[in-house]
């Protein structure tokens, strides 16, 4: 509380300072780029002037970020690339150019007004509380009696102090308030706008989608070949078996018995190979009892101890579900082959419309973080719009951390 | 015996039906639901039921809740579940209440027959049947235990088999061992791990399984 009071104060002066020299760098560099722009040195000078007018917005966006507590985006196109005409014309281009040089323009008024508001107040009020100590200073002769025991004597003093303390949260919540107004301006132009900002969540979404159908397509070639070099082969075997017996039966009349027997152990085999194709693809117990019972079945099989700390997690979308097991699957089938753990501890809870899975074990870390097995799983996490984080240092301890958002 | 069926797919509810009528036991009752399944039970009162995990209308484990349900109702009603998969949890629910009765068998079991219709009658009469696939996730589980871990193989074998809900005379006939060396076995591994010695074949599997499942 006192800090963010420190914080913004900090802000308004730095403002007051920079406010000043961002004006005259706007200005001038615009009336040179606007004298130089019928020449060849137009380019080259734009694009000098608009790296440095971004290296300040980053500084900006930094300093807003301090106030507001949360990191400020760049808004940036990358780097344009060409020859200095086709740069300068794709910068000139990018609306963040003209909105860094508003921010750079509009920061000393605003500044101005900040400090006006925010630091005269708070200098007023300090001076106020530590009056006992400067008042006796100004010589104060000929006040009202009231007024002349206020001002000098030391009891009198201390009621200045008594009233600066009174009036000191309103002070601290006009400084903070002023601060973060402006600091809400700054993140306001030096932010990527609304249509960035879809274009931007557009191609994350294209291209997170193109790695789903991927990895769509790769899961069901997974299937085809399970299917087709498992159990499809088993029950064709079986055929076979039973038209030899059949063959046989026909022949000599007498009942085949070792190629009957052989044809229901084929069998045997396919279904215990369905069984196993089945559970990966969505084990029976996820759709019967939900997450939290699937999780806590598959710790139970778990030859390490497991801990499950559930919470509440409300009825997720199947897909979510889903993805929260085999997340949790492949991290413990991880712990147990490679960690050397002596426990593993899945904690699930749910906020509002988040799903948080964490997999925490005493193992010696240092797990592939970019192992085959995790980027399936991180691609399935993605496309639900999650994130999957592991953390493996060397020496363990080895956490893996998914959110998933419920409200699709 | 009478005999009812819960099971919701028309082509294996017909089949249980023919083998059970043609192996000489009465079909009382085949319905599809969990709901049916409770009436048939209450209406029939059979000698045992066979019920399928997964009914309609969720899909779920309708089945398996419809059983526990009857079950707590009337302690020691003879119900052996059927299904596609089998899960340790639903095992050990079904054993949870020590009383025997119980079994919990994939499908694919019923076409080695007569292990189907040992089993069969090992339930009817109070006694246990798990599925070996039960047995070796118990197995799995248990493998960093302390008295498992003392057992020699063919005590493991015979541990399997006590599991499953075998009597002596099942466990010798399968392992093609004589009476008194099974017997020797079993009193090994009781030992082994600290279980009482119980002459009562259903005792003595409700205690095994306990032990593998705590």
């Known amino acids: ?408 | 015996m009478r005999i009812v069926i819960a099971e919701d797919l028309l082509l294996l509810r017909d089949g249980l039906v023919r083998i059970l009528t043609d192996t000489g036991h009465t079909v009382a009752a085949a319905v599809a639901t969990a709901p049916e399944l409770e009436e048939a039970v209450a209406e029939h009162r059979p000698d045992l039921s066979i019920v399928d995990v997964r009914l309609p209308p969720g899909f779920r484990d309708e089945g398996l809740r419809a059983a526990l349900a009857i079950r707590r109702r009337e302690p020691k009603t003879p119900i052996l579940i059927l299904s596609q998969y089998v899960e340790r949890v639903y095992a050990a629910e079904l054993l949870a209440d020590g009383t025997g009765a119980v079994g919990y068998l994939l499908k694919d079991r019923v076409t080695a027959l007569d292990e189907f219709l040992d089993a069969i009658d090992r339930v009817a009469a109070g006694g246990t049947a798990m599925d070996p696939e039960v047995v070796r996730q118990l197995f799995a589980r248990n493998n960093r235990d302390q008295g498992v871990a003392t057992l020699t193989a063919r005590e493991r074998e015979v541990l399997g088999l006590v599991a499953q809900g075998l009597s002596n005379s099942a466990i010798c006939a399968e392992l093609v061992l004589a009476p008194a060396s099974v017997e020797k076995h079993i009193s090994n591994i009781l030992a082994k791990l600290d279980l009482p010695l119980a002459d009562d074949t259903h005792r003595r599997v409700r205690a095994v399984l306990a032990y593998l499942n705590h």
């Open chain 1, 1 to 408: 509380m006192f800090h963010r009071g420190v914080r913004a104060l900090a802000y308004l002066l730095t403002s007051l300072v920079l406010g000043p020299a961002t004006f005259v760098w706007a200005v001038v560099t615009t009336l040179v780029s606007g004298v130089l722009s019928f020449t060849y040195l137009a380019p080259p000078t734009f694009l000098m002037v608009t790296w440095v007018t971004r290296w300040i917005a980053r500084l900006e966006r930094r300093r807003a970020a301090l106030v507001l507590r949360k990191t400020i985006e760049a808004p940036y196109s990358p780097w344009p690339a060409g020859n200095p005409w086709v740069r300068g014309r794709a910068l000139v281009r990018e609306p963040a150019t003209w909105r860094d040089l508003a921010w750079l323009l509009l920061l000393f008024p605003l500044g101005l007004a900040g400090a006006l508001s925010g630091v005269v107040v708070a200098v007023v009020d300090l001076a106020t509380i530590v009056a006992p100590v400067w008042l006796w200073s100004v010589p104060n002769p000929y006040l009202p009696p009231i007024v002349d025991w206020l001002f000098n004597t030391t009891g009198g003093r201390f009621v200045f102090t008594a009233l600066g303390l009174a009036l000191a949260p309103a002070a601290w919540w006009l400084v903070t308030g002023v601060a973060s107004v402006q600091a809400r301006v700054a993140a306001a132009l030096l932010e990527p706008g609304p249509r960035l900002r879809l274009a931007r969540r557009a191609s994350e979404l294209a291209s997170t989608r193109r790695r789903v159908v991927d990895a769509q397509a790769a899961e069901l070639r997974r299937i085809e070949r399970d299917l087709h070099d498992g159990a499809q082969a088993r029950i064709v075997a079986a055929g076979m078996t039973l038209a030899l017996a059949d063959r046989k039966m026909r022949l000599s009349g007498q009942p085949a018995r070792d190629d009957v027997s052989t044809a229901r152990r084929q069998l045997d085999e396919a279904l215990a190979e369905l069984r196993r194709l089945v559970r990966g693809i969505h084990p029976p117990i996820l759709t019967d009892r939900g997450l939290a019972a699937a999780l806590a079945a598959l710790a139970g099989d778990a030859p390490l101890p497991v801990e499950i700390h559930a919470g509440d997690l409300g009825e997720p979308a199947p897909a979510v579900e889903s993805a929260a097991y085999f997340v949790t699957a492949e991290a413990l089938a991880n712990t147990v082959k490679h960690a050397a753990a002596t426990t593993c501890t899945i904690t699930l809870t749910r906020e509002a419309d988040v799903l948080t899975v964490e997999i925490h074990d005493d193992g010696r870390g240092g797990a592939d973080v970019s192992g085959s097995g995790l980027d399936g799983l991180r691609r399935r996490v993605e496309a639900l719009d999650g994130t999957i984080t592991v953390t493996s240092p060397v020496g363990g301890p080895t956490i893996v951390h998914t959110e998933l958002p419920c409200a699709l």
